[in-house]
């Protein structure tokens, strides 16, 4: 199906454990996104991508790593992961940088870290 | 960095009353948007903002761009139980494509 997915949908992990969270789109579009979402704090951007190879931090990045080694796919892996990494993570893609381009988002991942 | 204050944070209201929520910020933006998250999805757009002073509506829902560029609204009239969720406002600066979210206003609606 066209779109943009994310897997796992639920994903619990130890602390200290590398996990990847995976995030896939059809639109061949080439800005991806990862943000995370937290109560009171809403959705906070981690890692940006302008095209394959191309990636940027954004507000959170510390403790992420992220890859793009093709335009259709933008991985997000914790490294080891912490309790505090603990949220429900999106990703979403855009057509480009332009004002006018709607930025879609995936259904998420709850990230639990015990 | 720069920061969205979005209120109010919840509302309880009954079905047919009107809404208005919004967004105020420390930067001026070139673009408002507004989504709305339903439970357990990720967020989708309800209507996209380009010009100061532009008003648009969908539906039942109007937005506005400010006309400092520092804040937004947006009103849903005559609610009913589907308009229940989350709404964010979304701004994006002159250059960039990243976009700053609001914290979000949790909308319930009592039939």
């Known amino acids: 199906d066209a779109g943009i997915t994310q897997s796992p949908r639920y994903k619990i992990t130890e602390t200290g454990r590398q996990v990847t969270l995976m995030c896939h789109q059809t639109?061949?579009?080439?800005?991806m996104f990862w943000y995370r979402q937290d109560l009171g704090h809403g959705l906070r951007l981690i890692y940006y991508s302008a095209a394959a190879d191309i990636t940027d931090k954004g507000e959170v990045p510390d403790g992420y790593v992220v890859s793009r080694s093709k335009t259709e796919n933008f991985p997000l892996t914790l490294e080891s992961a912490t309790r505090s990494q603990t949220s429900v993570y999106f990703c979403a893609s855009r057509w480009d940088r332009r004002l006018n381009t709607e930025a879609f988002f995936g259904q998420g991942t709850r990230l639990t870290v015990v | 960095g720069q920061q969205l204050n979005q209120s109010p944070q919840s509302m309880f209201i009954q079905e047919g009353e009107d809404v208005s929520m919004n967004c105020t910020s420390s930067s001026i933006f070139n673009t408002w948007l507004w989504y709305k998250q339903d439970p357990g999805e990720g967020p989708v757009l309800l209507i996209a903002l380009y010009k100061a002073g532009e008003l648009t509506s969908n539906g039942r829902l109007t937005a506005q761009f400010g006309i400092t560029r520092k804040d937004s609204f947006l009103n849903i009239s005559a609610s009913i139980p589907s308009d229940v969720g989350i709404y964010f406002c979304a701004g994006q600066e002159t250059s960039g494509s990243r976009l700053t979210f609001g914290e979000g206003t949790q909308l319930t609606v009592n039939p």
């Open positions: 639109w061949s579009h080439s800005y």
